[in-house]
């Protein structure tokens, strides 16, 4: 049997958080690493013009993940950076937004660190607060929210997980991955006592070219991001502060939904 490499022999995996997409809003960190980096593991989330910060001959492996389809599960990227890393590799592991922040990073921690592997974090701005600063989106805001939440609308068992008290007077709710779902997740905080009238914003492809601002009300969510053709990655922002956001505005939507009826 082969011996184990020793940790001077082993690569280091970096788990770096891309930001929302605009590559201005990377930090040094990350900019460094990506710039230097000869093996990039990354996901589907990170833009094009990050990827083309790396160096020319880098190695890219998209792991990207959908809805419907996953290049790789979760359990083969995890073993994939860990053979990486003790094949003497240095691996930047590139994920949208910040690592720790609905991206699995956690995971993929705690599989190189019971393979011996070295782990450095590098922290990046996430999605919500990223986006919300685009579109001028206060997520707190004194007087009008002081708390803040963020849930993932993707997930098994989405209709019987409770969110009450997530969001209304004096909160914000902030949902990932949640335009597939959105009708469901209206319908569920409406049956939990939050009122249709409350302001909600949904942020598409944040800080990107081709970003976008939607706002309406609570019971117009599943109706706005079908009538728009709201595509992922996009952010449903919940509370009184949404209502400050900057958009396409209220007349926008309601004439162009008028101008299709007619």
């Known amino acids: 049997m082969a011996e184990a490499p020793s940790s001077s022999e082993r690569g280091t995996v970096y788990l770096v958080g891309a930001g929302p997409g605009d590559p201005e809003l990377l930090t040094l960190r990350a900019a460094r690493l990506i710039g230097s980096a000869t093996l990039i593991v990354h996901d589907g989330l990170v833009d094009d013009t990050i990827l083309a910060l790396a160096p020319e001959g880098v190695e890219l492996i998209s792991v990207a993940k959908s809805r419907a389809r996953h290049t790789l599960p979760q359990e083969e990227i995890n073993a994939l950076l ?86 209304g007077k004096d909160r914000t709710l902030v949902i990932y991955m949640g335009v597939a779902s959105a009708a469901t997740i209206a319908e569920k905080l409406m049956a939990d006592g939050l009122s249709p009238d409350i302001p909600i914003a949904v942020l ?27 595509v992922s990655p996009a952010l449903i922002v919940i509370g009184e502060v949404a209502g400050r956001a900057e958009e396409q505005s209220l007349r926008s939507i309601a004439d162009g939904a008028r101008e299709k009826a007619a």
């Open 204 to 230: 598409e492809k944040g800080t990107r070219a081709d970003s976008r601002v939607l706002r309406a009300r609570l019971a117009e969510l599943a109706g706005v991001i079908a009538r728009e053709r709201v």
């Open 82 to 167: 860990v053979r990486e890393a003790l094949a003497g590799r240095d691996v930047v592991r590139l994920k949208g937004g910040d690592p720790f922040i609905f991206g699995r990073g956690g995971e993929e921690m705690d599989a190189c660190v019971a393979a011996g592997v070295a782990v450095e974090v590098v922290p990046g701005v996430s999605a919500a607060i990223g986006c919300a600063a685009e579109a001028r989106l206060p997520l707190t805001h004194r007087g009008v929210s002081s708390a803040v939440t963020f849930v993932a609308g993707q997930c098994k068992g989405l209709a019987e997980q409770n969110w009450a008290g997530l969001a």
